[in-house]
C-alpha cells in the first residue's frame, strides 16, 4: 500500500527557473511532512519539512505549500541551479505512536540544465 | 564528523551466505532506524529502536532479518539466508524522541547478492 504518492517521477529544469514537485498522501493521521534530497550515494539529507498547521513554509529558495484538504503537499525550487541537481523524496509521519517513523514516495529525479 | 556512521560502504556476497551491517548513529540520539532503498524507490521501514528496544518491525522484516541495538548505542542488522532479492542499500538514521525530531541518515550499506 503505497501511503504517499510522488510525481513526477523525473523532471528537467533550466538553470534559474521554477523546479516543482507534487506529493500526495492518503492517511489523515500523518502530521510531519519533510522533504528529503539525496545525491547519487549518499543517504537522503533533510532539506524542509512543514506541520499541517501552516499552509506555507520557505526557507531560503526551497519553498513548502500544504493543502491539508486536499490532501496535497508540493516543493518549490526557486532559481534551480545545476547543484540542485539530485533526488526528491517527500515523506510523511504521525507522532502519536508514530515513532517519527517516516513513509516516503517514491522519488523525483530532478536534472537542472545550464 | 558526528553523523551516522554505516559500516561496510559496500558488500557482495554470494547466495545463501550470511551478513551483518553496523550503524553508529549520532551519539545523542536515543531513537534508531533501518530502511532499505532499492533502485529508483524511496527508502522503506523497517524497524526501530528506542534506547535498546526493539519497538517496531515491518512486515517486510522477514525472519531472515534480525537488528539489535544492546547498549542503546550501535545497531546491528544481519540478514541470514541471504537471497537475490535482499539486494538494496541498507540506510541507517537516528534521532531525538521528540516529536518531528528529523531523521538523520547515513550514507548506507550497498548489498549485492549474487
Known amino acids: 500500500q503505497q501511503q504517499v504518492k510522488q510525481s513526477p517521477q523525473s523532471l528537467i529544469v533550466q538553470k534559474g527557473g521554477i523546479s516543482i514537485i507534487n506529493c500526495a498522501y492518503e492517511n489523515t493521521a500523518f502530521d510531519y511532512f519533510p522533504w528529503y534530497q539525496q545525491f547519487p550515494g549518499k543517504g537522503p539529507a533533510l532539506l524542509i519539512a512543514?506541520?499541517?498547521?501552516?499552509s506555507e513554509k520557505k526557507e531560503g529558495r526551497f519553498t513548502i505549500s500544504f493543502n491539508k484538504s486536499a490532501k496535497q503537499f508540493s516543493l518549490h525550487i526557486m532559481d534551480s541551479q545545476p547543484g540542485d541537481s539530485a533526488t526528491y523524496f517527500c515523506?510523511?509521519?504521525?507522532?502519536?505512536?508514530?515513532?517519527?517513523?517516516?513513509?516516503f514516495g517514491t522519488g523525483t529525479q530532478l536534472k537542472v540544465e545550464l | 564528523d558526528t553523523g551516522v556512521s554505516q559500516d561496510p560502504r559496500h558488500k557482495i556476497t554470494k547466495r545463501g551466505q550470511n551478513v551483518t551491517f553496523r550503524c553508529d548513529p549520532i551519539?545523542?540520539?536515543?531513537?534508531l532506524y533501518w530502511y532499505r532503498q532499492t533502485l529508483g524507490q524511496g527508502p522503506e521501514f523497517l524497524t526501530y529502536f528506542q534506547n535498546e528496544a526493539q519497538l517496531e518491525k515491518s512486515r517486510l522484516l522477514s525472519d531472515r532479518f534480525s537488528a539489535e541495538r544492546p547498549k542503546g548505542s550501535f545497531s546491528t542488522l544481519e540478514i541470514q539466508r541471504t537471497e537475490q532479492g535482499d539486494s538494496a542499500m541498507y540506510l541507517c538514521?537516528?534521532?531525538?524522541?521528540?516529536?518531528?525530531?528529523?531523521?538523520?541518515f547515513g550514507n548506507g550499506t550497498r548489498l549485492t547478492v549474487t
Open positions: 538514521a537516528s534521532s531525538f524522541t521528540a516529536p518531528s525530531s528529523p531523521l538523520h
Open positions: 512543514i506541520r499541517p498547521d501552516v
Open positions: 551519539s545523542e540520539h536515543n531513537r
Open positions: 515523506a510523511a509521519s504521525f507522532q502519536a505512536g508514530g515513532g517519527n517513523k517516516l513513509t
